[in-house]
């Protein structure tokens, strides 16, 4: 099939992309929720944790969701807070994102200033220099 036949496909169908990712989320969440990431062998270690015996920004993504899909919220925020604010942040998106695609508008990600790109990374690394030190030990996994 072609690039254009393709993007006619998509055309003729505008939920079709957002239903197939809906779908792939779905199946992703449905294996963590059954694949208990605290019980060893079931993932791969952090690459990260592995040769620096540190927290990245992602440490405790895998329990986090575990915890959300077994109605454990307030432990899921605890597992790693900024994920679960990316967490909200990515479904409000793609809420959008499926939204537009249903009433056949354009979806428009939100305008970013360079500012706002350079305070995210300046979050992200901030997080993960605190994540690690003794008087933050609360933003560990």
Same mark, same amino acid.
């Given at each position: 099939?072609?690039? *254009?036949?393709?993007l #006619?496909? /998509?055309?003729?169908?505008?939920?079709?992309?957002?239903?197939? =990712?809906? /779908? +792939?989320?779905?199946?992703? &969440?449905t294996? $963590?929720?059954?694949?208990?990431p605290?019980q060893?062998?079931?993932y791969? !270690?952090?690459?990260? /944790?592995?040769? !620096?015996g540190?927290?990245? @920004? %992602?440490?405790?993504t +895998?329990?986090?969701l575990?915890?959300?899909?077994? %109605?454990? =919220?307030?432990?899921?925020?605890?597992?790693?807070?900024?994920?679960?604010l990316?967490?909200?942040? *990515?479904?409000?998106?793609?809420?959008?994102? !499926?939204?537009?695609? +249903?009433?056949?508008?354009?979806?428009? @990600?939100?305008?970013?200033?360079?500012? #706002?790109?350079?305070?995210? $990374?300046?979050?992200?690394?901030?997080?993960?220099? &605190?994540?690690?030190?003794?008087?933050?030990? $609360?933003?560990?996994?």
């Amino acid at each position: 099939m072609s690039k *254009a036949a393709i993007l #006619a496909r /998509l055309r003729a169908y505008p939920a079709l992309l957002p239903g197939l =990712v809906g /779908l +792939l989320g779905a199946a992703a &969440l449905t294996y $963590v929720s059954l694949s208990d990431p605290n019980q060893p062998g079931h993932y791969p !270690t952090c690459p990260w /944790l592995a040769l !620096t015996g540190t927290y990245c @920004p %992602g440490c405790g993504t +895998l329990r986090m969701l575990h915890a959300f899909t077994h %109605g454990h =919220v307030a432990t899921g925020f605890g597992l790693n807070p900024l994920g679960a604010l990316v967490l909200t942040w *990515a479904a409000v998106e793609y809420g959008r994102w !499926t939204w537009s695609s +249903l009433t056949g508008r354009r979806f428009a @990600p939100r305008p970013r200033s360079p500012y #706002a790109v350079w305070a995210i $990374v300046a979050v992200i690394l901030a997080y993960w220099v &605190l994540r690690n030190l003794p008087f933050a030990a $609360v933003l560990a996994p």
